[in-house]
């Protein structure tokens, strides 16, 4: 919604929630070896959607919106393609 409603710094927003998420995609099939690109994102999608449902039950009334899902599991997402192009690079 902060994109549609060009609310705030809406961009600085958006890249931001991709960036925090890069690491999550690349290290996750580190972590677990039997990953693929469905399981990294629907991971990362469970877990962008868990930290929104905790700020909207929060204390500190912390604003919840949908953009952060999307773009929480765009990094994800990135992050994997950055794991297979590595991993790929690099193997024997």
Do not use: W
């Not at 677990?32 to 999608?45: E, G, Q």
């Not at 962008?48 to 994800?76: H, K, M, P």
Request: with cysteine; charged share 15%; net charge positive.
């Amino acid at each position: 919604m902060d994109l549609i409603n060009k609310r705030g710094n809406y961009m600085r927003q958006i890249i931001l929630n991709i960036i925090m998420t890069i690491p999550f995609g690349f290290l996750l099939p580190l972590v677990a070896k039997k990953m693929n690109l469905i399981k990294v994102v629907l991971i990362t999608m469970t877990f962008s959607l868990s930290i929104e449902f905790f700020q909207f039950f929060s204390i500190t009334y912390r604003a919840t919106d949908i953009t952060d899902v999307i773009t929480n599991t765009l990094g994800g997402l990135i992050g994997y393609c950055l794991y297979k192009l590595f991993h790929s690079l690099f193997e024997y």
